[in-house]
């Protein structure tokens, strides 16, 4: 702020929960880009092997009163299990671990879950760290091509196990001047 910065912008693995969890939860970015394989399919780190590098891409829009908020209290919007639950999700965990999948829907609000830890699935079951990316690949794309914003990262339960939970909106979310974008 002091340089007179007022949006600084990066990108990250979305399977990751705990990068996901300091970037929206924490300092409240948000997404409307998705790249597939931003770095290339493969590369030599552990971090890509069998999922590629696909990345969000995110704004931290410093002056808004949402990042604001973020700083002074943590983190802005906690919805209950609840609420959660009343909105459809693109993807979502089954018992089993697997992603379950839904075709795109027109709905105000959306949810893309992912696993709590993608990497020990990339080490103790590859192929189920590829159908993630494979599954989460197709909702961001979708939703981000419907215009819908990514406003949210939860940690949460889903049929016993640890989970993330992205919330995309199809407005813009609180606190985000339009005409900064």
Known sequence: LAKRFTCITWTFDPLQSPNAYLNFTKLGVIANDYRINFYGEKTSSALHRFIGTDRLWVNWFLESERVRKRIERGCDVELSHEELEKHVSLVR???????????????????????????????????????????????????????????????????GQS????????????????NTK
């Not at 959306?110 to 909702?139: H, K, M, S, Y």
């Not at 992205?166 to 985000?176: E, Q, R, V």
């Open 163 to 178: 989970a993330g939970c992205y919330l995309l909106n199809s407005k813009t979310p609180n606190g985000i001047d339009q």
């Open 93 to 159: 965990m089954a018992a089993d671990g697997s992603p379950r999948t839904r075709a795109m829907v027109n709905q105000d609000r959306l949810l893309i879950d992912v696993p709590a830890d993608i990497g020990v699935l990339q080490q103790q079951n590859p192929e189920l760290a590829v159908a993630w990316r494979n599954a989460t690949r197709a909702a961001f794309t979708d939703a981000l091509d419907a215009g819908y914003t990514v406003e949210e990262f939860y940690r949460i339960e889903r049929a």
